[in-house]
Every structure is written in structure tokens, then in C-alpha cells.
């Protein structure tokens, strides 16, 4: 197994693996009630953030892959956030909303995205320090449980503590006990939208689609994701693995 820098040729493996864990994902299925009417549009939509995390990383982003036989098996996608990305949020673009219309992707709801949203930043707000973000984390299926995901997240902690850097992610709940694993501890939960938030013309609208049961079932029968937080040393027990150390420092980037 071979841990790497990811190249923009390997879009189409990493979309190819996001896929089956987005179906199951709270915060994508919450904010995409309609996906069973329209499930080209939720893989499409889905394929958003992948693409542009991958294209489109920014001077502070880094994204990783392992791969077995060639394979792409698991991709991470790490970032130095600026102070600016943790205390205010810039106005949305044009092409970006486009992206969000409820014409070129029916699964979607608009108005539980921009719930969500709104709920995410506040959580995201409660960092005020230098650090590193693990915004993404993804394995294939068929190649869970071994220890990739812990792989990815070693790499970015020990690179991390080099610099002095506390690491942050939000952990959904099937992730939650790796990250424990590792040291992270939760400094916050995700809120999330009422029900009673929703525009009513909009409420009206999923509960004539979807019926009034299901609906107010998917406001509130959700795992909230917890925001935690890692502060470690390079001298720590988790980095005391000779073959793990050595996948570890074969990617050393100068500029993570």
C-alpha cells in the first residue's frame, strides 16, 4: 500500500469512492431530501465539493490518496485555514448559486442547505487559533478496516505537530471513535436546523413531496457531527509505528 499526493488525473477514482459513502452520509442526505426521486442529481451534486477540493485546492489545501495495486482506496483533503475562513464568510458568488438551484439539482433543498450552512460556520466560528482543518476523509468499502483512515489522519497530525499546530476536524458519528483512537477530543457539537427554521413556503412544499412524517423525521432522528480537536507531540505513542512512520515520511510536503 502506497501513501501519495493526489493528482488531478485522479478525480475519477475519488469520485468513485466518495459516492457510496455520501448515500449514507447525515449532513449530505439531510440536505438532499428528494434523492431518491432524482439520484443523478445527488451523485452529481455530491461530485461538487471532491472536484474542487481536488482542482481547485487553494495555496493552504493538500490532498492525499493511498493506493493498493494502482488502486485508489482511500483520499484526505487537508488544509491550513486563514484567520478569515474561521470568523466570517464571504459573499457568495454567482456561479455558486447556480450550482445550488433546486433546477440543476432537484434533489436538493436549497433552504436545509442554507440552514446547514449557517449552522456548520457558527460551529466553525469556535476556532480562533493557527491550525490545521481535516476537511475531508473518505475510504473505499471494500477497504475499511485497514487502518487507512488512520493512516490519513497520523499523516496530518504528525506533520502537524512539527509545526506546533493543533488539528481540528468535525467528526461525523461513524468517525467519531478513530478520531478518539488518535487523541482527538470534542470541544462542540453541530447544531443543527429546526424544523420550525424552515421558510414556510418551503416546509409546505417538502411536505407535500415527501409527507409530514418523514419530514419531521429528518429534522429530528440526526447524528450531530462533533467538532474535536487534536494537540499533540511528534514524540507521541501514536507515532511509534516503524512501518507506519515510514509511509508517513515518504510525503513530506514543504508546503503543508
Do not use: C
Not at 499526493?5 to 466518495?18: E, N, Q
Not at 455558486?96 to 433552504?111: I, Q
Not at 507531540?233 to 510525503?251: C, H, N, R, Y
Amino acid at each position: 500500500m502506497t501513501l501519495r499526493p493526489a493528482t488531478p488525473a485522479d478525480l475519477p477514482p475519488i469520485l468513485l469512492l466518495t459516492a457510496p459513502a455520501l448515500e449514507n452520509y447525515t449532513l449530505a442526505t439531510f440536505t438532499h431530501p428528494f434523492r431518491h426521486l432524482h439520484p443523478a442529481s445527488f451523485t452529481a451534486h455530491a461530485s461538487l465539493s471532491p472536484t474542487k477540493k481536488l482542482l481547485h485546492p487553494g495555496t493552504n489545501g493538500y490532498n492525499l490518496v493511498t493506493t493498493k495495486d494502482g488502486i485508489i482506496t482511500s483520499w484526505a483533503f487537508w488544509r491550513h485555514p486563514q484567520p478569515t475562513d474561521n470568523t466570517t464568510k464571504e459573499p457568495q458568488k454567482e456561479d455558486e448559486k447556480e450550482e445550488e438551484s433546486p433546477l440543476l439539482y432537484p434533489s436538493l433543498s436549497p433552504a436545509r442547505l442554507s440552514l446547514t450552512t449557517s449552522h456548520t460556520t457558527l460551529t466553525k466560528s469556535t476556532i480562533k487559533e493557527p491550525h490545521t482543518y481535516l476537511s475531508a476523509l473518505f475510504v473505499h468499502p471494500s477497504h475499511k478496516r485497514n487502518h487507512l483512515g488512520s493512516l490519513q489522519t497520523l499523516w496530518g497530525l504528525f506533520h502537524s505537530a512539527k509545526k506546533n499546530l493543533p488539528v481540528y476536524l468535525l467528526a461525523s458519528a461513524e468517525g467519531e471513535l478513530l478520531y478518539r483512537s488518535l487523541g482527538f477530543k470534542v470541544i462542540a457539537e453541530q447544531s443543527f436546523p429546526s424544523i420550525h427554521e424552515m421558510p414556510e413556503e418551503d416546509l409546505r412544499r417538502e411536505i407535500e413531496i415527501l409527507g409530514k412524517e418523514v419530514v419531521e423525521s429528518q429534522f429530528s432522528d440526526l447524528a450531530k457531527p462533533k467538532l474535536m480537536r487534536w494537540e499533540g507531540t511528534v514524540d507521541d505513542e501514536i507515532f511509534q509505528d516503524p512501518e507506519v512512520m515510514a509511509k508517513i515520511l515518504s510525503v513530506s510536503p514543504s508546503d503543508f
